[in-house]
T-cell receptor
């Protein structure tokens, strides 16, 4: 059982469509991070959410942290081919030790 | 340019070979990490070094041997690997090991064990 469950695992959409991907856990996290990994590259941090209920916007991307700090969502408006990649959520392990743990990711493909 | 450079980008090795992966960071960070990324699985933390001292060995088989000669360089020495060790190996760094520090990743070494 993964501590961070991401859904869907794979998403293929047309350019211009909206989408939401989810990161869920039964554990409380002090913060969650979202990374995007493009083919042939390492993950790059998009945002960190810290406060329960927090909403952060990054251009067409909207990130939300659940009130109970157990889940997060990423909404993309008017997706573009450049949004194609693997979206990973991550957080400090609830078991402590300063370890960052990751979900398995949502692979997004945006068709032109 | 990510500030974290990994070499080689691709490596094919037989099960009896010995090879090393190299990571160098130019960010002035003091903590460095090795992660393993396999298809459809979460990134797996392998090793953590904080100020050159190993602080985490996440039950990694002894055929993987890390080395951190200074805060800027990290190596992963490989020997007698198995085909299931084929994966993308990612190096990352943070200012120091601790809560909330975002990871700065290199672009990885794609390892294939034949």
């Amino acid at each position: 059982t993964q501590l961070l469950e991401q859904s869907p695992q794979f998403l293929s959409i047309q350019e211009g469509e909206n989408l939401t991907v989810y990161c869920n856990s039964s554990s409380v996290f002090s913060s969650l991070q979202w990374y995007r990994q493009e083919p042939g590259e390492g993950p790059v941090l998009l945002v960190t959410v810290v406060t329960g209920g927090e909403v952060k916007k990054l251009k067409r991307l909207t990130f939300q942290f659940g009130d109970a700090r157990k889940d997060s969502s990423l909404h993309i408006t008017a997706a573009q081919p450049g949004d194609t990649g693997l979206y990973l959520c991550a957080g400090e392990s609830p078991t402590g030790g300063f370890k960052t743990i990751f979900g398995a990711g949502t692979r997004l493909f945006v068709k032109a | 340019e990510t500030g974290v450079t990994q070499t080689p980008r691709h490596l094919v090795m037989g099960m009896t070979n010995k090879k090393s992966l190299k990571c160098e960071q130019h960010l002035g960070h003091n903590a460095m990490y090795w992660y393993k990324q396999s298809a459809k699985k979460p990134l797996e933390l392998m090793f953590v070094y904080n100020f050159k001292e190993q602080t985490e060995n996440n039950s990694v088989p002894s055929r993987f041997s890390p080395e951190c000669p200074n805060s800027s360089h990290l190596f992963l020495h490989l020997h007698t690997l198995q085909p299931e060790d084929s994966a993308l190996y990612l190096c990352a760094s943070t200012p120091m090991e601790g809560v909330g520090s975002p990871l700065h990743f290199g672009n990885g070494t794609r390892l294939t064990v034949t």
